[in-house]
């Protein structure tokens, strides 16, 4: 059986990834702070689709356990998730550096931690996958939220070099640029229903897009040529803009 | 967030604030820290029982825990609906010992309204079934609770509307099948004499319900199509179907996009319906073979057939009277039938005994009806709430948008237990639904 590891098991989007690959037949790792947690998740996963799924004690900004997280999986994963993310608040961010520093670590700097640790023992066995979720809050900086913004630009970048540098070993590197979707973590927004993706949409997506070996997936369209103005608007006039 | 939020029937809508949790931990926090929360489901009640100032969207809690396939028994999560687990159970030869005539409901829902089948005359409702669930509390607490266990929670759970706490846990057992489909019979009543008769004659059927054409008079007052089926077996089915006797064919999936304007489903197009259903074309019998979908849930091909209805939304009006009481079905029918407000839906069934603290059933004929939203509407449906009061018979909570309070106290016997219970439970009001509040069932 094909393994993914979900790194970031927890949140909505990942759940419904989980039982996309579950259901194709994959087993699946559940990772995330509290394991425990998972454990509903796990059985779900193998009451519904009669695979193997397994939970394990991840903490994204722990980094000094990465090696040791990953080196101590039960099999070593064909498809590694990258699902982690903390959304934040802006506001409080500017003011307080624990929570800045806090969106940076989670959505930036723990994720290369664990994703070099990974890549090393994919690009060394010549295969394997790594699906990053990033976000289109990457691509340029807003005032609502570029904290958030910028680690996730971070995250973009250290993702196409990845993809690059790896691309000779056949390890295959996708990023997926999600938009809106529609989880707990963006439960309290009001988002706009034909821009807003559901998690299933997204696992349907990242599913397709993994069995092509897509690079960049956006998982609603429109995302790509909205993005694609948003950064040809020049400085001068975009600065002026509230977004 | 803010969000408009209205049940099946479309009426009444409100603004309500939504929040949705997967971890049992966070979900506790936010019951203790809130007031005026009600659990919700998938919204498939028809009226305002699960709708409030705070609703806990259940969907998210979608986790199936354990299948016991030797034994037949399920653990779930509340929030996971039934679509999702007779795609599971069926395969491997299991089906839902209880299912309301739709399964796009969540288990939580089935137990707060207690729902009953067409199969109510021979297996009961859905309380019977459960072996134990996890209720939490007014004060966050998690108790587990089954017949033999915080009895008290237990029987004022099941029915109780989501009134004692929220459900996040649920064992119940299945029923064995040898094959995903029905060998069903289906038969022409002339009359309501004749349908009833023929409820009799054929209640050794597992299951049976029948529709009436309400807008009948005279010799065909109440003529109706009794349906009854039983689970086949293997024996029955074709070579086809016998290849693979728990797998059904793909279907295809209609749906109606938006509301169509309500003069769509005026008299007229109900009598047209009406012709056409009973119309001379239906045999006195007919007898086939069917997946079980359309069996069970004729009307789920249609998603959203709500929305036929019309901006304004529906009431559907499901009352039960005690089986000595034929004649006020008959008081009732002929009143809707004089003022000519008919309805695509109407569905008659014959409840067997049922002695539970709050739930709806109980033995006799229960009727469910629409009724699109216009003006004179809640005066006639009080009319009728009189003559149900009358024959000594009630209201489905779960369908209820509009009944006065004290048609619920007076209808209800063990009302007043109940709301002792839920007090206990429920201190504080801290779970309070528009219903609970027009009824004052959390007084
Ligand atoms: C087409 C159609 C056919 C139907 N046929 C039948 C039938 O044949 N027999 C029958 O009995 N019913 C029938 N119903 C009604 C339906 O089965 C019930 O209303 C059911 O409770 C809906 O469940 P839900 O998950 O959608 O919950 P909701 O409609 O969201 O909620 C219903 C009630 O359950 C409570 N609730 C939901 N989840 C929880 C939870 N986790 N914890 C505590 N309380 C909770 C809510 O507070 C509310 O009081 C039918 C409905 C439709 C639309």
């Given at each position: 059986m094909p393994t993914v590891l979900l790194l970031g098991a927890g949140s909505d989007m990942a759940v419904a990834i989980a039982r996309k690959f579950a259901a194709a037949h994959y087993d699946i790792q559940l990772a995330a702070r509290?394991?425990?947690?998972l454990q509903p998740l796990q059985q779900d996963l193998q009451v519904r689709y009669g695979i193997t799924a397994t939970t394990h004690d991840f903490d994204a900004t722990d980094y000094s356990t990465h090696a040791a997280f990953f080196a101590g999986l039960p099999t070593m994963p064909d498809i590694t998730v990258c699902a982690f993310g903390y959304l934040g608040d802006q506001e409080l961010a500017q003011r307080d550096w624990q929570e800045a520093a806090t969106i940076i670590h989670s959505n930036y700097t723990g994720a290369v931690s664990v994703l070099n640790i990974i890549a090393e023992s994919y690009e060394a066995r010549g295969k394997g996958m790594i699906i990053g979720i990033s976000s289109v809050a990457g691509e340029r900086g807003r005032q609502s939220n570029y904290i958030y913004g910028s680690a996730k630009a971070g995250f973009t970048a250290y993702l196409s070099g990845l993809r690059n540098r790896l691309f000779r070993s056949g390890v295959h590197v996708m990023s997926v640029q999600p938009g809106f979707v529609n989880t707990r973590m963006t439960q309290h927004l009001n988002l706009p229903p034909l821009l807003t993706a559901q998690p299933d949409q997204v696992a349907n997506a990242v599913f397709k897009a993994a069995q092509r070996s897509r690079n960049v997936l956006y998982v609603k369209w429109p995302w790509k040529y909205i993005m694609l103005i948003i950064k040809m608007i020049p400085e001068g006039i975009f600065k002026k803009l509230k977004l | 967030m803010q969000k408009r939020l209205a049940n099946w029937g479309n009426y009444p809508a409100i603004t309500s604030e939504e929040n949705a949790f997967t971890q049992e931990q966070q979900l506790r926090d936010f019951v203790v820290s809130n007031h005026q929360l009600i659990a919700r489901g998938n919204g498939r009640c028809y009226g305002d029982a699960s709708l409030g100032k705070h609703s806990i969207s259940m969907l998210k809690y979608d986790k199936i825990l354990s299948f016991d396939e030797q034994n037949g028994f399920l653990e779930t999560q509340a929030g996971v609906t039934l679509d999702q687990i007779l795609d599971i159970i069926v395969p491997k030869g299991w089906f839902l010992p209880v299912t309301p005539g739709t399964k796009f409901i969540t288990v939580g829902g089935a137990v707060a309204s207690d729902v009953h089948g067409k199969n109510h005359h021979v297996d009961g409702a859905f309380s019977g079934h459960i072996t134990e669930m996890d209720v939490i509390t007014g004060d966050g607490e998690t108790v587990t609770c089954s017949q033999g266990r915080h009895t008290d929670l237990f029987w004022a759970t099941c029915g109780g509307m989501g009134l004692t706490g929220v459900i996040t846990r649920v064992k119940f057992d299945l029923k064995k099948i040898e094959t995903a489909y029905i060998k069903q019979k289906q038969l022409k009543a002339r009359n309501l004499e004749e349908v009833i008769r023929l409820f009799d004659e054929y209640k050794h059927y597992t299951y049976s319900m029948a529709w009436i054409d309400c807008l009948q008079k005279g010799d065909s007052f109440g003529r109706s199509i009794l349906i009854v089926g039983e689970h086949a077996t293997k024996a029955d089915l074709n070579p086809k179907q016998q290849e693979a006797p728990l797998k059904l064919p793909a279907k295809p999936r209609l749906t109606v996009p938006f509301n169509l304007p309500s003069f769509i489903l005026n008299t007229f197009t109900v009598k047209a319906f009406n012709w056409l259903y009973y119309g001379k074309n239906f045999k006195k019998e007919i007898n086939n073979v069917v997946p079980y979908e359309p069996f069970f849930y004729p009307l789920d091909a249609i998603l959203h057939w709500n929305r036929g209805y019309g901006k304004a939304g529906f009431i559907q009006y499901q009352f039960v009277l005690p089986l000595e009481h034929k004649a006020g079905l008959v008081a009732i029918l002929q009143r809707i039938s004089e003022k000519g407000w008919g309805s695509f839906l109407a569905v008659l069934k014959v409840f067997g005994h049922q002695d539970s603290l709050i739930s709806f059933p109980m033995e006799g004929y229960t009727l469910a009806l629409d009724f699109p939203v216009r003006k004179g509407l809640f005066e006639f449906l009080d009319e009728l709430d009189e003559i149900v009061l009358q024959y000594g018979g009630r209201l489905y909570l779960s369908k209820d948008a509009r009944m006065k309070q004290d048609v619920f106290w007076k209808s209800y016997p063990n009302a007043n237990r109940f709301a002792d219970i839920v007090k206990t439970y429920n201190p504080g009001k801290r779970f309070e639904s528009l219903q609970s509040e027009r009824l004052l069932l959390t007084k």
């Open positions: 509290k394991a425990a947690a | -």
